[in-house]
Nanobody, 120 residues
C-alpha cells in the first residue's frame, strides 16, 4: 500500500520560507516520478514541480527560482523548499507519486495535503 504523508506547512509572511516534506512508504521513490501540486481557494489544482526518476525537474513558471524540489532516496522522502513566498502561493500543497509514460508522469498516489498560508 503506497502512502504519502506531507508535513511542514504553516503560516508565514510574504518573503518568508517554508520546507515541505513528503514521507513515502510502500514503494521505492527512486523508481517513480514525483511531484508537488497545489490548489488555491477557487482555483484548479496546479502542478508546481515534477521530478523524474533520472532526477530531471520541471517547475511551473510561477515558482521558478524560488522553489526547489529535492529527494532523499535513503529516507524515501521528497522535499519542497519554498523561498521568497508570496501571498499568491497560499494553497493546499499535495505530494504525488506516479509512473512514467513516455515523457509524461501519470500520478497515481496522493498525500492528504498540507496548508501553506502567506500573508502580505
Amino acid at each position: 500500500q503506497v502512502q504519502l504523508v506531507e508535513s511542514g506547512g504553516g503560516s508565514v509572511q510574504s518573503g518568508g520560507s517554508l520546507r515541505l516534506s513528503c514521507a513515502a512508504s510502500g514503494y521505492t521513490s527512486s523508481s517513480y516520478c514525483m511531484g508537488w501540486f497545489r490548489r488555491a481557494p477557487g482555483k484548479e489544482r496546479e502542478e508546481v514541480v515534477r521530478i523524474d526518476s533520472d532526477s530531471s525537474t520541471r517547475y511551473a513558471d510561477s515558482v521558478k527560482g524560488r522553489f526547489t524540489i529535492s529527494q532523499d532516496n535513503a529516507k524515501n522522502t521528497l522535499y519542497l523548499q519554498m523561498n521568497s513566498l508570496k501571498p499568491e502561493d497560499t494553497a493546499i500543497y499535495y505530494c504525488a507519486a506516479g509512473v512514467h509514460y513516455f515523457s509524461s508522469c501519470i500520478f497515481r498516489y496522493w498525500g492528504q495535503g498540507t496548508q501553506v498560508t502567506v500573508s502580505s
